[in-house]
């Protein structure tokens, strides 16, 4: 058997580099495509829209204008105070995008060194930063969330910190379950042949070969800080009405909700496109990396 | 010489009776959208009945691809079947309807595999996995298969009582006598055997050699044995065919091939053996890497590394040069009066 | 006679397991002199690869002591153990796993030779890097190539380049060998002898395949459940095989060669498990020539010639006892 799969196997890999290779199977996958060209526009718009989008027609109010219907010179409409929701969404995404990539680092960098640690150095160490992961993530994230925001005060900087904190189990879980599978290599054991360190090994060998699901993680988990993040401003926790994050749009228009609810409507669309297409994007990219899994 | 292949050609053409196996100008590739995997290329190979055919070349040489063809067990896509035809028993293999096909895998044609802790399934009692193989081809009762599924047990030298354990309470010696015991459980007329010795320890594959040979003598079973071990060949087979990158380069019975090497590159594989009997005996390595599947040359793909080679051996495709009526190598070298290789001091 | 350059003493290895204490390797005493290659042979789950990891520490040996140019390696700590590294390396069985994925030749082979801290700038190292490709035969070409675009034979040589890349005394294969084709093997082979030549390093080869190990080595010791049953120079182990195991596993080799076949002798049964054996000879359920006394203790390595030691109660100089 392993010769034919050897004969297989080989040319996938001829003349490309590993991430040409990767490139090429995931612009294969549709749905991953759409969603790389949605986040694409929407990253761009979050980090260039303080640049070019006119303050005033975000926060600047005009009772003369307000709670309109969807119409050619407001298309989303307008809320309470007369300011253009299209507008507020478009800037929205700004704080939608931050919160949720400064969320999952956060996460990432809690995350990633223990279940590293975990899953290197195993025994009771391991037992030890596990069953602390288990209780933790016993713990519904949002109520976690919600703890440390109340704890330290309620702000952007601790909404990020908050989201983050809660999602650190994961990124242990699937750390320690790759380091697991590439520590026993042994090119590892070659590296300690050589009188190489843990730290060394740890992250010059093992961890740039477990980056395939961590990279899957993060963009799965970008999904989830935003949703994170919008639930807790819409329990009024998050960030402060006047600014626009989706969360806090969400609940400015549920007061509204039975008249006009395009106001609810909007916000959360944006939402569902983010989540959707950084959902498509981590799934393409795990079907890339890893192409056993859809045989 | 040539009225003697036109001769071989001619009893070659019917189907003959007594042959268990015809397969006639099998070419196999694996196509992806980038390129395309010349696994086999214009095989024929005939086995009567009770004969040992080795079948010996190294990773990649379209051993294995020769094998699951003869099943037609090429997986598809990326495989396809380009040409050729497979005759086993008389039945054509490549356009059987799959419930004739199902007939003929088992009852005419069975195959192990390399690795015997993958090819039993663990959730099922060894006895269970046997009777289900007689039952499948023979229509009988579930107690007649098991009573069968426990004879051949005891045929391959594993007491009856251990029907009932589990694959994972079998060692790896055991495991392979166990599928080896499937295997034969439909008797099968012919038997494709993979590598089945290489994940064995020297004195189980001892042991599982010589069970093979016994089973052999008792069945009159035809058999494949594919193997990249020349000593292997050397202990149980009638006939060896050599394969590299796809073709059989060089056919012959086994002390044709053993002690008159005619191809090149069967002389250095011979070369790159240590002799166990001369410990200070230099080794001879056959000089550079297996050609790219992908980029096979039209002629000869063993030029590049053959020390005869001359720069028309790459261009023109090679005819089989017949010493005898059994013994041919695919080597133009040969239209050279004289040429001989040197490794028939045996 | 030549200086040893590693003596290694009463060496044991036990692994817990749920079902008992797992001998791995259990009381193994070895010399090997500079220069020289021993090779260490048994089937799978004999100890063999444990034993080459015990003498360098990847593993940690449950006692023993490992004299390296006389100083005892298990009284070192870590730290200094890792200077140690240097001197003794390892080549791996498996070309595919050795190397790292993501390393390309260039990184893999100058990892080992900044070891060595002889070699400080870019430029020294690189330099150093294409010497070491040059001697085991790879490219200079290939010198920013990743794993995954080189076959195994190629891979085999930058698991060779990055142990010579430390400039060891000694070097560890464990079934360098055994994962390549027939005319690949013959190539490492003949380097690794080659280099052993033109460097003047020992080996320790440890592998299954008995014709290999016949080749290359200058002694042999075969092993059977954590112990060695025979020890003798290369020569003398395949001329006169006096244990009962080693002669069934030479006569189990297939030989490559018409009508070569000997009186083969099959042994019965299979290894048996290596989790708390009782005090008798290891090998006593499958011997052909056991006696009360194989299952009553077990048997002490003893001298039957210079050089060829053998663990066996029934060996006796004119041959074995015959009940």
Known sequence: MSGRQKTLAAPAHRGRSAGGELWHRFKKNKGAMLGLLILIVLIGVALTVDFWLDQELVIGQNLREKLQQPNAKHWFGTDEMGRDLFWRTVYGTRFSMAIGFVAVIISAIIGVPLGAVAGYYGGKLETLIMRFTDIFSAIPSILMAIAIVSLLGRNTVNLMLAVGIAAVPQFTRVTRAAVLTVKNAEFVEAARALGKTDAYIIFVHILPNCLSPIIVQVTLRVAGAIISASSLSFLGIGIKPPTPEWGSLLTAGKTYIMGHSYLCLFPGLAIMLTVLAFNMVGDGLRDAMDPRLKD | MIEKRQDMNASRAPAVEGNILEVRDLTVHFVTEDETVQAVSNISITLKKGEILGLVGETGAGKTTTALAILNLVPVPPGVVKSGSIRVCGKDVLNAPVRELEQIRGSDVSMIFQDPMTSLNPVFTVGDQIAESVMMHDKCSKAEAWERAEEMLELVGIPRERAYEYPHQFSGGMKQRVVIAIALSCNPKLLLADEPTTALDVTIQAQVLDLMCDLKEKFDTSMIFITHDLGIIAEICDRVAVMYAGRIIEEGTLEEIFNHTKHPYTEGLFNSLPNIEDRTAKLRPIPGLMPDPTKLPKGCAFAPRCPYARPECIETPQEPKYFSDTHFALCSAYSEPGFRIDREEV | ?323
């Open chain 3, 1 to 323: 006679m030549a200086e040893s350059l590693l003596e290694v003493k009463n060496l044991k290895k036990y692994f817990k397991t749920s079902r008992g204490m797992l001998h791995a390797v259990d009381d193994i005493t070895f010399k090997l002199e500079r220069g020289k290659t021993l090779g260490i042979v048994g089937e799978s789950g004999c100890g063999k690869s444990t034993t080459g990891r015990c003498v360098m520490r990847l593993i940690e040996p449950t006692s023993g002591e490992i004299l390296f140019e006389g100083k005892d390696l298990m009284s070192l700590s870590k730290r200094e153990m890792r200077s140690m590294r240097g001197d003794i390396q390892i080549v791996f069985q498996d070309p595919f796993s050795s190397l790292d994925p993501r390393s390309t030749v260039m990184q893999s082979i100058a990892e080992g030779v900044k070891v060595t801290g002889k070699y400080g700038t870019r430029q020294a190292i690189e330099a150093r890097v294409v010497e070491l490709m040059d001697t085991v035969g790879l490219a200079q070409r290939l010198i920013n190539a990743y794993p995954h675009e080189l076959d195994g034979g190629r891979r085999q040589r930058i698991g060779i380049a990055r142990a010579l890349a430390v400039e060891p005394k000694l070097s560890i294969c464990d079934e360098p060998v055994s994962a390549l084709d027939v005319s690949i093997q013959a190539q490492i082979l003949n380097l690794l002898q080659d280099l052993q030549h033109q460097l003047g390093f020992s080996y320790i080869f440890i592998t299954h395949d008995l014709a290999v190990v016949n080749h290359i080595s200058d002694d042999i010791m075969v092993m059977y459940l954590g112990q060695t049953v025979e020890m003798a120079p290369s020569e003398e182990l395949f001329r006169a095989p006096a244990h009962p195991y080693t002669k069934a596993l030479l006569s189990a080799i297939p030989i490559p060669k018409v009508g070569a076949t000997r009186d083969r002798i099959l042994l019965k049964g299979e290894i048996s498990s290596p989790i708390d054996p009782e005090d008798a000879c290891r090998f006593s359920k499958r011997c052909n020539y056991a006696a009360d006394v194989c299952h009553a203790s077990c048997p002490k390595l003893r001298e039957i010639a210079p050089g060829h030691l053998i663990a066996c109660h029934r060996f006796d100089i004119n041959g074995m006892i015959e009940d």
